[in-house]
């Protein structure tokens, strides 16, 4: 069971809980409300309070920020998780190419959040699935995932201001012109695709800028980082350059050389521990099976 805890200082004395939870721990109203629910959801000294409580310096505020409600609708099944990072708020996965990050038809037991599921029963841990930065199947590389929701929270801040950044490496089919640059072109669905998302003037604000780092064969290695984060973004706007990622089989054409997923990777992630401020940076290196591509 999460919980945070802290120690009242003379400045903080006098203010009541709920004003020590939102500004001093960072919960949100959504946060506290979920510790209210619980007998022991907020304790000062231990005893259980109302937020409107006063307190005293030197004395000791804890909340619980776990999970109330879980996902019993995902199966716990054991499967290879490659975990890079671990605290007590979050982890950071190294997803391969082949495998869907949420249950969906036709895989119900096969899935990231079932092996996660299975490796929290594992550790003990009661937790719910909170991924933070979602990968299509088709995508390798780093992910992040709360272990409980204000994490979750926290985390989903730092992504949609930009302190949590990712940098991606594509394998494309052709060569980006002009080698560096940004792409700046709105995504929207595409009329009658449940899937398929297009360029349109209509859609949602998405940036994307990238460096070409070589090229080979008619084919580029492409470094790129989001700016926004919209559906299949880094797939469509390479499309739209007369790029397409090797592989795709949405916007591009199927290969051989590279069966059941495409070739993009997420190459680095940079955040900050949701509740030590601590910033932690990863990168994972290209998988071998894009490796060969180039």
């Known amino acids: 069971m999460r919980r945070l805890t802290l120690t009242v200082t003379p400045e903080q004395a006098g203010k009541d809980v709920n004003t020590l939870l939102r ?28 937020t409107s409580a006063r307190t ?20 716990a099944v054991p499967g290879p998780l490659d ?55 088709g ?12 994490a979750h929270e926290l985390l ?3 992504l949609q ?25 709105p995504i929207c669905r595409e009329p009658g695709s449940v899937l398929r998302r297009m360029v349109s003037p209509e859609g949602a604000d998405a940036r994307t800028h990238y460096e070409v780092l070589a090229q080979r064969g008619g084919r ?3 470094r790129l980082q989001l700016e926004t984060g919209r559906t299949h973004q880094i797939r469509v706007h390479m499309t739209h350059m007369g790029c397409p990622l090797v592989g795709d089989f949405l916007y591009g054409t199927e290969t051989e050389e590279l069966p059941d997923r495409f070739a993009l990777h997420s190459a680095s992630i940079r955040l900050f521990q949701p509740v030590t401020g601590e910033e932690i940076a990863l990168e994972a290196p290209l998988p071998e099976e894009l490796i060969r591509l180039f």
């Open 23 to 50: 500004k001093e721990l960072h919960l949100s109203g959504s946060s506290v409300r979920r510790a209210k629910q619980l007998p022991d959801g907020i304790l000062l000294d231990g005893r259980p309070v109302f």
């Open 56 to 75: 005293a310096e030197g004395q000791t505020l804890s909340v619980f920020v776990g999970d109330t409600v879980f996902s019993e609708q995902i199966q």
């Open 83 to 137: 975990i890079l990072y671990e605290d007590q708020d979050l982890l950071i996965i190294n997803k391969d190419g082949y495998t869907p990050v949420h249950p969906s038809q036709g895989h119900h037991g096969d899935t990231l959040a079932n092996f996660l599921m299975a490796y929290y029963d594992q550790i003990g841990l009661r937790a719910a699935f909170h991924p933070v930065n979602r990968l299509d199947r």
């Open 139 to 150: 995508t390798s590389g780093l992910m992040a995932v709360a272990k409980h929701p204000h």
């Open 156 to 158: 989903q801040q730092q």
């Open 161 to 185: 201001d930009g302190r949590l950044t990712r940098t991606y490496l594509a394998v494309c089919q052709g060569v980006p012109d002009p080698w560096t640059g940004t792409v700046d072109a």
């Open 220 to 222: 580029s290695l492409v």
